[in-house]
């Protein structure tokens, strides 16, 4: 019984880094495919929702069972957190663009 649910849990496990890999190659694909004009704008955007992956880490932080997956759940919510930010920070120096100049 074991020797099958270790098999699914392996095929998962493959068809998961499928995905991953498979979405890699989309996501540079429609990159590519965004004029150049709008590539900064559409990022500092896309930066800015990040924080959903900032609080999926935080849920799996919370629920983690050993020291590795807590880790890497701050490393996640680390680096999360500089890719928000960050992506305000563009969208406020885009924006300061518009802005009319005082005399």
Not at 4 to 11: C, K, T
Not at 23 to 33: A, S
Not at 80 to 98: A, I, P, Q, S
Request: without cysteine; charged residues 15%.
């Amino acid at each position: 019984m074991n020797t099958i649910i270790d098999f699914i849990a392996e095929e998962h496990n493959l068809l998961m880094i499928y995905l991953v890999i498979l979405m890699i190659f989309v996501g540079i694909e429609l990159i590519e495919k965004v004029p150049s004009v709008l590539h900064t704008p559409l990022m500092s955007g896309a930066n800015a929702i990040h924080g959903v992956v900032i609080i999926g880490a935080i849920i799996i932080m919370g629920e983690a069972e050993n020291m590795y997956a807590t880790i890497l759940g701050f490393i996640a919510v680390v680096l999360g957190t500089l890719n928000v930010v960050g992506g305000f920070v563009v969208t406020d120096r885009m924006l300061e663009m518009f802005k009319k100049k005082k005399k």
